[in-house]
């Protein structure tokens, strides 16, 4: 199974050397002036999300306030995205379910749980 890799989420984006459909990579960089990142291209943390959910609006609009970086997955787009949400939630879909540049995950973390996370 080669294949690109969508390296925001580290999930194969084609197969057998066509892309799959539901596998594009969905994912939006929202990028903020003096923000906290781990390489200059990639953010350091990644928010898996629906367009309909107040806790990630709200989660969203701290940290774009903060001016910390993020990439948002809208989990309802992106299958692959979905069953990672599960995956890491006991099989729920709960969102916003957030992933660090270090791999540990949170499932609808304060912001000042987020700013500990990345040592501000």
Known sequence: MAGRTDTSVGLPTTMWGREHPRLR???????VIGAVTTTENAPALTIYSTT???????LKTQLNASGIEYTEIDI?????????????????????TVKYAD???????SLNQVKAALGL
């Open 52 to 58: 309909w959910c107040g806790y990630c609006r709200r």
């Open 25 to 31: 990579n969905n994912s939006r960089s929202h990028g």
């Open 76 to 96: 309802e787009n992106d299958p692959a995205a979905a069953e990672f949400v599960g995956s890491v939630n006991d099989g729920n879909h709960i969102v916003p």
């Open 103 to 109: 791999g540990s995950v949170e499932t609808n973390p």
